[in-house]
């Protein structure tokens, strides 16, 4: 399977889940919405329709390249390790190798393509691995990064993780301000019932009054945030 139809067998509803990764999205271009528009301004339809052309082909296949890139680099993420390669497919002869190897492909598209959705991406990836290793203030600094950026899905998930960084190292304060900021300014990867159980759970030690309503306040919600609030309500009241 190559790169890119690896890269396009997932959707931002995955970044929900366990298993995180990406949907390949084709921007609409400008001159695709203001067709009308540019024909009225710029004098000669057919002038119109090779500048539109060009700039279209030239976004596809800037967009093509990224998907490939990431593709790859899922790919890398995915290959077998051990003595024994496969027939294809790339494959490590041990974990550091393998890891290596995905930090410079994550970190290559996101050098090479910073602001775009693959770049994005692959900055999540690299702060996430920064996080797995305990590199908590090399996590922060690109969670950070992504948190400053445009595209508000990826920051909502960035914020998120900064929050669990600003528990971490004992600065709570921190981490409430930004789960209360995520509570306020919902997203599609990240819900306000996630940020609440989030700042609940973290509150249950130091306010476990405030823990509990903000418990209660989820236990009718469908799926895992109000079976989680549930049982961490319960675990609350037996205290």
């Known amino acids: 399977m190559s790169g890119v139809c690896v890269a396009s067998q997932f959707s931002r509803q995955d970044l929900k889940t366990d298993r995180f990764a990406v949907e390949v999205e084709h921007t609409v271009d400008y001159f695709a919405l203001h067709r009308s528009q540019v024909v009225q301004i710029v004098a000669g339809v057919v002038a119109v ?18 998907e490939q890139k990431l593709g790859e680099a899922l790919a890398l993420q995915d290959a077998p390790v051990g003595p024994l390669a496969p027939p294809m497919g790339p494959s490590f002869p041990n974990e550091q190798a393998k890891q290596d190897a995905v930090t410079r492909a994550f970190q290559t598209l996101a050098n090479d393509y910073p602001g775009t959705h693959q770049g994005s991406l692959a900055q999540y990836f690299l702060a996430s691995a920064d996080l797995k290793a305990n590199k908590l203030d090399d996590a922060r600094k690109r969670f950070q990064t992504l948190a400053d950026s445009s595209d508000k899905e990826y920051a909502s998930l960035a914020k998120l993780a900064l929050a669990q960084i600003a528990y971490a190292q004992n600065r709570p304060a921190d981490g409430e301000k930004i789960l209360r900021d995520l509570m306020a300014n919902p997203t599609d990867l990240v819900s306000k019932e996630q940020a609440t159980l989030m700042l609940a759970t973290n509150l ?23 079976q989680e609030a549930n049982t961490a309500l319960a675990a609350l009241n037996a205290k």
């Open 204 to 226: 249950a030690q130091t306010n476990p009054a405030q823990a509990r309503v903000l418990l209660q306040s989820l236990l009718g919600v469908s799926g895992a945030v109000g």
């Open 49 to 66: 329709a090779l500048i539109v052309g060009g700039v279209l082909i030239w976004r596809d296949r800037q967009q093509g390249i990224r």
